[in-house]
C-alpha cells in the first residue's frame, strides 16, 4: 500500500450526501414538470467550451473566474515555448447563457423556432472560497429564442412562479423594470450613453449603500456633477415605495421612443401576469431594479419569497448577444433560478423533507443472515415488497442487531424484515432516532 | 459587431437536441427509479479532482486522458517558473469509481453502513476524436461498499437486468466469472502472480484475435513458454459453449482456498439470480469473462441484450482500491451502465419513442395574434389546458401560418388553439409532417 491519497474533494467544491442529493432530485423534478408544461424542453451543452468564447466579453466579471483547461499532446508542447497566454484552449462554462447563445447559432436550423429552452446543470467559478459560496454550483435557466412579444416575459414569469409556489415557497413578489425605461432615466439626467453601464452599476448599490452613498459614488467614479445632481433630485420619483411607471415616465419627461416601447411591454406584462400568479403573489413595478449583467436590453425582472431577503430568481431579455455568434440579431429572454439558494431554503422547510420522502417512496430493510445458504428465498420476498411499492435493501444481519437498527433508521430506513425468524415475514417498524417510529 | 465568435463545441463533445434528451431523461428517471427500489441512493461528487488523486494508478490507461486544469492566480505564476508538470493542480473526472472511493473515505463516518450509492453523471476524456465516441459522455453506476458477500452481486445483477427491461430491452444474457478462479487458471499453467495482469489483457482477447492470437501474443510478450502450453492445453476446458464450473475447477486442479471462495461466491449468485432475472432473461457462467481493469478481486459480470453484440452493462467486486484512501480495505462491488450505449440503442427501438411522448405529455400550442393588446384572456386558457395535463405554450401567429403549422407539427407539437378566431376555444389536431395527425 502507497501514501494515502488525498480525500478531500478541490477547494470550493463539495460531495452531496443522499438526503441533499434527493432533496435537489425533487426540487429538479418539480421544476422541469412545471416548465415543461409551459412548452420548454430540456436542452444539453458540454461542461466545456472554446476558451475564445468563453472570454468574448458576455461573461463581465465571470470572465476572470474561468477554471482553463490545458492544452494536449503537441499543441501545448508549441504552447509551452510561445508562453503562459498560449496553455489553455478550453474553460469550463461559467454560466448557462453564454453556452445557449453558442448553441442556438450552432442548431438553430434544427430547433424549433422561437426555442424554448430549459437548461440545468453544474456551472464552475474559480471565486474567493468563502461560506455558503461553492466553485461548482448549479444553475436551472429558461430562455425563450427567437421571440421579442412580451408574451415571452409573461410566460417566463407565471412559469417560475409556478415551479416556485409548486415547492411549497408562498408570498412570491415579482418585481419588474425595463433597461429602456433605466436608460431613459439616465439620458434624461444627462449621463451620456457611453456612462449607462458605470451609472447602472452605482445605482444598483442603491439598497446597500444608500441615496447618500449612491450620489458619492457617482461623483468618484467621474460623472459629470449636473448629471449627478439631477438625478438626485429624481430619487423621490423612483421610490419603490411611492413611484409607479406613470410617476417615472413624467420624471424622465422625453419622448424616447424606447423609453416608450419599453414602459407599453411592462404594461402589457403586468396586465397578464396579475391575477394569473400563484395564490398570494403579487408583481409590481421597481424602478430601481437594475440587474448586474451588461447584457441586457428590455424587460428585467426578480422573483423574492415572503421570510426572505434577497431574490431567489432572476432574469431579463437580452436582444443583442446571440448576434454576436450568429452574424444576426436574435431576440432572447431568459429567466434564471438560483438552485442552490433555493436548495437551502427548502432544507429548512419541513414540509419539503416529507415531500421527499412520499416522493421517494419508504424504504425498509429485508435482514438475511451473514453467509445465509439460500439467497433465492429472501430474493423472491424483496421483489414482492418491491412490487407493492416499497424500497427494499438486501441487508446482512451483524451481530450486534439494536446497533444496526438504530443505524438503519438513523439512515431513513422505515422499517425491516427479518427473513430467517422461523415465521411468516412482516414488515415491522424501525424506531426514529427521535424515539418515534415512522 | 466584433468578428463573429466559434459556434461548434469542443472537439469530440456535443450539443444535445430537446428529443435527445428528452429520451435520456426518460431512461434516467426509469434507471434510478429501479435502482431505488433495491434501496440505492443516489450520491454526487464535483466534476473536479486533486490531479495527483485522479493520477494514482487505479485509473488505468484513462489516466493518460486527462483533461487537466491549470492552476490559478499566484501558484500558476510559481509553478510556470517551475515547468510544465506543476502547471496543473486539478483534473477532471475520468470515471465515477475513483470519485466514489474518495467520497467514501472522506464521507464514511456520515454515510450508511454498507453504503449503496447511485451515479450518474458526465465523465471525460481526451480521447482520440473517432465516431461514436465523445470526449464528455455519461456514465451510470452503482456500487455497495462497506459488504463482502455474494448478497451484492446479486442485487447489482438484478437490479440492473429490471432496469434494462424496463427500458424495454429483452433476451438479457448475464455472464459472470470470478477473478480468483481467473487467477486459479493461471497459477495452474505456471504464470507468476506478478504476470498475471499482463496474462488477463492477452486472455481477454480471445474473441477478437482466436486461440492461435492468444497464444502467438502470450509467447511474444515474454511469458515462460511451458505456462503458454499449458494454458493452451486448457483452452478446451475454459470454450464457454461445453465449460462448467466444475469443468474449469476440474482442469485448474488446485486446493488453492481463494479458487473454492470464488467458485462459492460463483454458485451462490448464479442460484439467486436464476428465477429472479426479467422473462426471457438468463445468467451462465463464462469461464472467458475477464473484464479490463486490474483492480478486480472477485466475481465480475457482464450484461448483453438480444440483437445486440457487445455488452450493455459491466461491473465486479474490487476490495483493495478504497483503502489506499482510507488506509484500511473496505470491501467493494459495482455494476456500470454503457449510458451512451443504451442510448443509441433506444433510439432505434420505435417504443422508447412512444414511452418518451407518454412520459413527457402532449404538447400543444396556443397561437396568439402578434400585438395583441390582451395577453390575460389567452394566458388563462393556457393555465385550464394545462391542469387538464397538457404542456402548453403560447405561440404568436406568424403570417404563413400554414408553414408555422407544419413546424410546429414537425417539432412534435400534437395540436394548437387559436385564440382569436372569434369562436370558442378548443384544441385541434396538426397534421404530422408524414400526413397523419396525432
Not at 314 to 321: Q, V
Amino acid at each position: 500500500m502507497t501514501d494515502k491519497l488525498p480525500t478531500t474533494p478541490p477547494t470550493g467544491m463539495r460531495d452531496v450526501l443522499p438526503d441533499e442529493v434527493e432533496l435537489r432530485d425533487l426540487a429538479t423534478q418539480t421544476i422541469v414538470r412545471i416548465y415543461r408544461s409551459y412548452g420548454f424542453r430540456r436542452i444539453e451543452t458540454p461542461a466545456l467550451e472554446h476558451l475564445r468564447l468563453l472570454t468574448s466579453g458576455e461573461g463581465g466579471e465571470n470572465e476572470k473566474l474561468i477554471f482553463k483547461v490545458m492544452k494536449r499532446g503537441e499543441e501545448l508542447k508549441t504552447a509551452l515555448e510561445r508562453g503562459a497566454d498560449e496553455l489553455a484552449d478550453l474553460g469550463l462554462r461559467f454560466d448557462l447563457t453564454v453556452p445557449l447563445a453558442r448553441y442556438y447559432a450552432h442548431n438553430h436550423a434544427r430547433l424549433p423556432n422561437p426555442l424554448k429552452a430549459l437548461q440545468i446543470g453544474p456551472v464552475w467559478r474559480a471565486e474567493r472560497p468563502q461560506k455558503g459560496r461553492f466553485r461548482q454550483f448549479t444553475q436551472c435557466d429558461i430562455d425563450v429564442l427567437g421571440l421579442g412579444d412580451p408574451i415571452v416575459e409573461v410566460e417566463l414569469i407565471l412559469a417560475t412562479s409556478e415551479a416556485l409556489a409548486a415547492l411549497s415557497l408562498s408570498g412570491l413578489t415579482v418585481r419588474i423594470n425595463d433597461r429602456r425605461v433605466l436608460a431613459g432615466i439616465a439620458r434624461a439626467c444627462g449621463f451620456g450613453d457611453d456612462r449607462q453601464g458605470s451609472f447602472f452599476i452605482t445605482f444598483d448599490k442603491l439598497d446597500k449603500i444608500g441615496r447618500g452613498g449612491v450620489i458619492q459614488e457617482l461623483g468618484a467614479t467621474g460623472h459629470e456633477a449636473a448629471a449627478v445632481s439631477k438625478f438626485e433630485s429624481m430619487l423621490d420619483a423612483i421610490d419603490p415605495k411611492t413611484a409607479t411607471l406613470d410617476s417615472v415616465l413624467k420624471a424622465i419627461a422625453s419622448g424616447d421612443p424606447d423609453v416608450a416601447a419599453g414602459a407599453a411591454a411592462l404594461d402589457a406584462i403586468i396586465a397578464a401576469v396579475t391575477g394569473a400568479l400563484p395564490v398570494g403573489s403579487a408583481v409590481r413595478f421597481d424602478p430601481r431594479l437594475v440587474r448586474g449583467m451588461g447584457y441586457y436590453t428590455g424587460p428585467i425582472f426578480e422573483i423574492s419569497a415572503a421570510d426572505y431577503p434577497s431574490s431567489i430568481a432572476g432574469g431579463g431579455r437580452y436582444d443583442r448577444m446571440i448576434g454576436r455568434m450568429l452574424g444576426r440579431d436574435v431576440p432572447a429572454s431568459g429567466f434564471s433560478i438560483g438552485f442552490e439558494r433555493l436548495i437551502s431554503i427548502l432544507e429548512g422547510l419541513p414540509s419539503a423533507r416529507v415531500s421527499v420522502a412520499t416522493a421517494t417512496g419508504e424504504r425498509v430493510a429485508l435482514v438475511v443472515d451473514a453467509g445465509a445458504a439460500d439467497l433465492a428465498a429472501p430474493v423472491r420476498v424483496a421483489q414482492r415488497l418491491r412490487r407493492d411499492g416499497l424500497l427494499v435493501s438486501l441487508e446482512v444481519r451483524r451481530k450486534n442487531w439494536k446497533r444496526q437498527a438504530d443505524e438503519l433508521a438513523a439512515h431513513g430506513f422505515a422499517g425491516w424484515v427479518s427473513y430467517n425468524d422461523g415465521e411468516p415475514w412482516r414488515v415491522r417498524s424501525l424506531a426514529r432516532p427521535d424515539g418515534g417510529t415512522r
